[in-house]
């Protein structure tokens, strides 16, 4: 199957730090076309030649055994073309479908890594020019709309040249290995399913904690904020998987219905509920691994008095009979204690103790990153003495241990299924809106609020306004517990 992969925003940030190498990996790997080519377009004059060498020279930022030989990376650029265009000029969309149909291949994925104000343009240009036949995809990076106006005017857009089956947004953490165990462990065994409900489960805890700061993103992150940034997409895709019912079939729509229906069943917020059930914080000057770091307010392009949050802690629940009254927490943030996201599912405590000393409950955690694995947390008996305390003991499962062949990283991963017209791991317009429709309440209420976030220090956990948020409902996160 031949292919022509296009960039548009071929020279930016996403495209040579993530698309580039995880395309090497693919080419490394034998899973690329050897006849394939990748085209990167952008506004400034470059030669073929220019491209190859601004992307081999930005590889040398790639970890060591993910770089490539001079010699891997010739015959990887080989595959490598630059364009010019300027995406406002209907003739050179001519020129851009002139050059695609010089040989007609098999599949033509058009990949918008533009900022997102320019995909209404692209994508109206695109269908003006005919570049959307059956054999093209358009592949969308986040962040997909700033709020449900924005995302449903891009959707429109999208809609009026394409159909949805060729339209492929990306949310990358769909593309985590990690994540797609989230699938396995749910149904592909049968031993957790008759638990998973509110009769066994207690509560639930998704963390995406990161220890970095803004960096150089201050200017884009300052008008997005932790919210639009990782809850909206990222960790309500993650709620999604584990609250779904199990779908008929693996098939992309038979998923992404049931995805939706938990977005749908999402408890709204009303401004009572956002200043009850919503934490939001931004990190000042502190210490992270060992190192002093800058406040938010302090950070490249970000304004002195920003009301930018850089954390957010909060409590929804899924309405429906398998969850009723079961607390869903989601919390993420920047310049935390860690880099650690996980999942935690809190199972209820036994009815009845009959050994002595507090009963610890049973949890399962679903380790995401850094480390991939899963660890199933049980009380057991030493056997030491009549009567004993019981003791906490894990079942730890390492899946970079169980899988020691190298494992796909998600860009890599979502890459290959865009070539392939794979959709699982794609989020369908209506998802996306939910999603959108669900996050606004939040966003207009802290807009008409005066109050800035709550302060706390990089390197902490956040504000400890999110812990008294679990602990109302006698809860702890994970390393408060
Ligand atoms: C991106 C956000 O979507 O995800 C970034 O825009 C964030 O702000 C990143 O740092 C986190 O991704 P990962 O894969 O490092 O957890």
């Not at 291949?105 to 343009?121: E, I, Q």
């Not at 990782?230 to 019912?245: D, F, G, R, S, V």
């Amino acid at each position: 199957m031949s292919f022509d992969l296009v960039f548009f925003g071929g020279t930016g940030d996403l495209t040579w730090r993530k698309l580039m190498p995880a395309l090497f990996q693919a080419f490394r790997h034998g899973k690329l076309a050897a006849d394939g080519r990748i085209l990167a377009v952008a506004r400034d004059e470059r030669s073929d030649e220019q491209y190859r060498a601004f992307i081999q020279e930005r590889f040398s930022g790639v970890e060591p055994s993910k770089r490539p030989s001079d010699e891997e990376f010739a015959r990887f650029a080989q595959l490598l073309h630059y364009r010019r265009m300027d995406l406002s000029r209907p003739e050179d969309y001519a020129g851009l479908k002139g050059w695609l149909d010089e040989r007609s291949a098999d599949t033509v994925v058009l990949y918008l890594a533009t900022s997102p104000h320019l995909f209404p343009l692209i994508c109206a240009q695109l269908g003006a020019v005919g570049l959307n036949g059956p054999s093209v995809r358009v592949v969308l990076e986040k962040p997909l709309g700033h709020d449900l106006a924005s995302a449903q005017q891009i959707n429109r857009v999208v809609r009026s040249a394409f159909q949805e089956s060729q339209a492929f947004r990306i949310d990358h953490y769909l593309g985590k290995p990690a994540v797609q165990n989230l699938m396995a462990l749910r149904f592909g065994n049968a031993l957790f399913e008759p638990l998973w409900r509110r009769e066994s489960i207690a509560n639930i805890q998704i963390t995406l904690a990161e220890d970095l700061g803004v960096g150089t993103r201050g200017g884009y992150y300052d008008t997005t904020g932790a919210l639009r940034d990782m809850i909206q997409n990222h960790a309500l895709q993650l709620l999604t998987m584990l609250a779904m019912e199990p779908p008929s079939t693996s098939d992309a729509d038979a998923i992404r219905d049931e995805k939706l229906k938990v977005l749908k069943s999402l408890k709204p917020f009303t401004a009572e509920s956002v200043a009850r059930d919503v934490v939001r914080g931004q990190y000042r000057a502190g210490t992270v691994a060992g190192q002093p770091v800058a406040g938010y307010l302090d950070e490249v392009k970000v304004p002195p008095d920003s009301r930018c949050e850089t954390f957010v802690a909060l409590r929804t629940e899924v309405q429906n009979w398998r969850w009723a009254g079961v607390p869903f927490y989601l919390r993420t943030g920047k310049r935390l204690a860690g880099r650690d996201s996980h999942i935690v599912i809190n199972f209820r405590d036994v009815p009845h103790p009959i050994f002595p000393g507090s009963s610890h409950a049973n949890k399962l955690v679903i380790k995401l990153q850094p480390e991939d694995g899963l660890e199933l947390h049980l009380l057991a008996a030493k056997g030491n003495a009549n009567n004993e305390m019981l003791s906490p003991v894990s079942l730890d499962l390492d899946f970079d241990k169980a899988f020691p062949t190298e494992r796909v990283g998600a860009y890599e991963r979502l890459l290959m299924d865009a070539l392939a017209g794979r959709l699982n791991l794609f989020v369908r317009s209506d998802e996306q809106e939910q999603a959108w429709r669900w996050v606004e309440p939040v966003l207009n209420t802290w807009a008409n609020d005066p109050t800035p976030p709550r302060p706390y220090a990089a390197g902490s956990w956040g504000p400890p306004a999110s812990s008294a948020l679990v602990a109302r409902d006698g809860c702890a996160w994970a390393e408060e517990a």
